[in-house]
């Protein structure tokens, strides 16, 4: 069989108070960097710091209130951690201060659609650059799910901005890319985009997928009331997803609960490794 690599696990590090599921719990930088201490105890490879929540219907914050919660937790977990660091931004300012901060990676779940000044500013800075399938802004992204076939349109969508990247100044061998899983999809779409992954193979390119207590999993727990499914039971799902996800060649995995989601690579490592050895 082909030689499995193990992904990257990207925890997440929302310092925003209203994210989804941990919105309000790490606003202060000392909370925050506790919380980066239990995700890299828990095997957390990246620390991915966002400013601003993305979650369907969320509104916009300014530059200055993103740049006030995050450059300081940035600056505290890079000079305690061993580990890379992400900033989840789509403003080019905030990047290159995170990367002037201890960033290693610059997140952008917009792909460069957001801000057009993103790419020349990533262009300069010596960082990894991942480049998100999005439509538009959280509080219209639900508006924007018009596909004849969403898996095919997604590798094309982003194929043309990576290409845009590339001709801004960003090297091929920086970007990695990450499907949206939740930006811009429905359910069914979200679904239909997970089962052909493979497709994005076609852009030669890393992969991070981001599926974590998404409301596509969510809706499967209970569709009636997506809502009403509790961050642990979602947890379950995202780690039980990851291990069927891991057919796939994935880069990285983002998750809030880092230890279900390592448990579960865990697993399916030992089950790899058992077959190799026949």
Same mark, same amino acid.
Not at 62 to 76: G, H, M, N, T, Y
Not at 134 to 163: C, N, P
């Given at each position: ?29 000392e ?9 890299v105890? =828990?095997? *957390?490879?990246?620390?991915?710091v966002?400013?601003?929540? $993305? %979650?369907?219907?969320? +509104?916009?914050?300014?530059?200055? =209130?993103?740049?006030?919660?995050v450059?300081p937790?940035?600056?505290?977990? !890079? *000079? ?8 989840? $931004? +789509? ?10 901060a ?10 460069? /659609? ?8 990533v ?11 999005w ?5 219209? +992204?639900?508006?924007l799910?018009?596909?004849s076939?969403?898996? &095919? ?11 845009? @990247? ?14 949206? /899983?939740?930006? @811009? ?9 997970? !089962?052909?992954?493979?497709? /994005? ?13 998404? &409301?596509?999993?969510a809706?499967?727990l ?7 499914v509790?961050?642990?039971? %979602?947890?379950?799902? $995202? !780690?039980?997803?990851? !291990? ?5 060649k994935?880069?990285?995995? %983002? ?5 279900? $989601? ?5 697993v399916?490592? *030992? ?5 190799? *050895?026949?």
């Amino acid at each position: 069989m082909d030689q499995w690599t193990r992904p990257k696990l990207m925890g997440v590090l929302n310092i925003t108070p209203d994210s989804f599921s941990d919105g309000g719990e790490f606003l202060e930088v000392e909370s925050a960097l506790n919380q980066a201490r239990l995700l890299v105890s =828990q095997g *957390a490879d990246i620390i991915d710091v966002g400013g601003e929540s $993305t %979650r369907p219907g969320a +509104m916009r914050v300014s530059l200055d =209130q993103e740049q006030d919660r995050v450059i300081p937790v940035i600056k505290a977990i !890079a *000079a305690e951690l061993d580990v890379l660091i992400s900033i989840d $931004t +789509m403003n080019s300012a905030t990047a290159s201060l995170a990367v002037e901060a201890g960033a290693h990676i610059v997140n952008d779940v917009s792909g460069g /659609l957001s801000d057009p000044e993103i790419f020349a500013a990533v262009a300069k800075l010596d960082c990894k650059y991942i480049l998100g399938h999005w439509r538009g802004h959280s509080e219209v +992204m639900d508006t924007l799910t018009g596909y004849s076939d969403v898996a &095919r349109e997604v590798v094309g969508e982003l194929a043309e901005q990576v290409s845009m @990247a590339v001709a801004s100044g960003i090297a091929r061998d920086r970007i990695i890319v990450d499907p949206g /899983l939740g930006f @811009a999809k429905d359910i069914k779409q979200n679904w239909d985009l997970v !089962a052909r992954l493979d497709e /994005l193979e076609k852009l030669s390119l890393p992969v991070l997928v981001g599926a974590s207590r998404k &409301r596509f999993l969510a809706s499967v727990l209970n569709q009636a009331d997506p809502a009403s499914v509790s961050n642990p039971r %979602r947890d379950v799902a $995202t !780690a039980v997803l990851t !291990a069927l996800l891991l057919q796939r060649k994935l880069w990285g995995i %983002r998750v809030h609960n880092v230890e279900a $989601t390592s448990d579960a690579i865990k697993v399916v490592e *030992a089950l790899k490794q058992s077959e190799s *050895a026949r």
